[in-house]
Structures are given as C-alpha cells and as structure tokens.
C-alpha cells in the first residue's frame, strides 16, 4: 500500500505540475506577444505585482518538482547498484536545490 501511495503522490505531481507548466506558458506567449516590456523597469513593474511574482514562483517550483519526479523515475528504473543510486539521486537533489536558490536569487533581484 505504501509503495502504491507513493507512486500515486509521484504521478500525481508530475500531472499537476505538467498542466500548471503548460497553463502558465500559454498565458506567459499570449501576455508578451500582446503586451512586450519596452525595457528593463517595465519588467520590473510587470514582476513586481504580487500575483506575476507568485505565479512565477509556482512556475519554477513546479519545474523543480517536474524535474524531480522524472529524473527520480529514470534513475530508479535504471541504475542498479544501490550505492551508485544512492549517488546519483543526491547529486541529483542537490543540484535541483542549487538551480531553486539561484532561480530565487535571481527574482528577488530582479523585483528589488
């Protein structure tokens, strides 16, 4: 039951996120091909709203969340030997966390 549920949580996820990602894309082309920032301060006006600034946000946390589940997926139906899995997963991990504090980074200095 409990590997049922887990499977359940990974592809549950992975759906979630994949619709956020394509919504969000969709309004992202419709948004700049009918409303492009002239310049750099209108797009730190445009990211300063709270709405684009959360919604953002959600964005790259559901391309780290996508990421995750399906190179979590490929690595265990691929790699065999525990110990190399075990590697390979926590450098997968850590390098998921680093591109999310450089993606945080990155907007708190764009929207300060």
């Known amino acids: 039951m409990n590997t049922l549920m887990h ?3 990974a592809w549950v996820i992975q759906r979630v996120s994949a ?3 394509a919504l969000f894309t969709v ?5 700049f091909t009918f409303h492009p920032p002239a310049d750099f301060s209108a797009w730190q006006l445009w990211l300063s ?5 959360i919604a953002i946000a959600l964005f790259f946390i559901a391309v780290l969340l996508h990421a995750w589940v399906g190179v979590r997926d490929v690595i265990i139906d691929y790699v065999h030997p525990v110990w190399l899995r075990f590697s390979v997963l926590t450098l997968a ?11 945080g ?8």
């Open 7 to 9: 499977g359940l949580r």
């Open 19 to 21: 619709v956020y990602l």
């Open 27 to 31: 309004y992202l082309f419709f948004h």
């Open 49 to 53: 709203e709270p709405w684009v600034f």
């Open 93 to 103: 991990v850590i390098s998921l966390l680093v591109m999310g504090v450089w993606f």
């Open 105 to 112: 980074r990155v907007l708190l200095g764009v929207t300060s």
